[in-house]
């Protein structure tokens, strides 16, 4: 059974780049699959940040498309969120997801427990 | 972007009850070539991360108990729960993959009454 694990600093400083990884067990990364990233600010609701193939395809939320990257380390079996000039706004806990599913889009079958990340001084 | 509305904002059911959720999109999600509604429903409860309950508006998530269903086609979608279940206690939300971004409603409390 996949598992998915968020890792990174839980506190960033407003203006500076948020990065996570996550680690996929039970499960090589490069067989298929797009993997991604979800966040939920507290109270709010949930948002899509973008998706990754192994191959190295990304697809990005338009309304952080020119913050955010993805990439991915197949070897490592891992893969990764870079948000750059983050504001008290990007407040929130963020998931690594599986997606699932046939063009022209995917659901989320698996998803990692999620870490908070903090925008503050 | 395609709006997700949910309604119930919550609901208190009791025990052995039916509850039921709604979900309308702001687009037609029914995909012409495969016939597929591109709906998902996930429950999400205290302290865990969101789970598959279902795929393509009605296909149930191995495992998910049957007294969960999901129905609806093109705007329209219904989660319903046969029997709740004190572990049914939850916030459930459904989320559009049709069109990108995907997008999620605000998500539905259900409680015990």
């Known amino acids: 059974q996949v598992q998915l694990q968020e890792s990174g600093p839980g506190l960033v400083k407003p203006s500076e780049t948020l990065s996570l990884n996550c680690t996929v067990s039970?499960?090589?990364?490069?067989?298929?699959?797009?993997w991604g990233w979800i966040r939920q600010p507290p109270g709010k609701g949930l948002e899509w940040l973008g998706n990754i193939f192994p191959s190295g395809v990304t697809y990005y939320n338009p309304s952080l498309k020119r913050r955010v990257t993805i990439s991915v380390d197949t070897s490592r079996n891992q893969f990764s969120l870079r948000l750059t000039s983050v504001t008290a706004a990007d407040t929130a806990v963020y998931h690594c997801?599986?997606?699932?599913?046939?063009?022209?889009?995917?659901?989320?079958?698996?998803w990692g427990l999620g870490t908070l990340v903090t925008v503050s001084s | 972007d395609i709006v997700m509305t949910q309604s119930p904002e919550s609901l208190a059911v009791s025990l052995g009850e039916r509850a039921t959720i709604k979900c309308m999109s702001s687009q037609d999600v029914l995909y012409s070539t495969n016939n597929k509604n591109y709906i998902a429903w996930y429950q999400r409860k205290p302290g865990h991360p969101p789970k598959l309950l279902f795929y393509w508006a009605s296909t149930r998530e191995s495992g998910v108990p049957d007294r969960f269903s999901g129905s609806g086609s093109g705007t329209d979608f219904t989660l319903t729960i046969s029997g709740l279940q004190a572990e049914d206690v939850a916030v459930y939300y459904c989320?559009?993959?049709?069109?990108?971004?995907?997008?999620f409603g605000q998500g539905t409390k259900v409680e015990i009454k």
């Open positions: 039970g499960y090589s990364m490069s067989n298929a699959y797009y």
């Open positions: 997801v599986r997606s699932n599913g046939s063009p022209p889009g995917y659901y989320f079958d698996s």
């Open positions: 989320q559009q993959y049709y069109s990108s971004p995907t997008t």
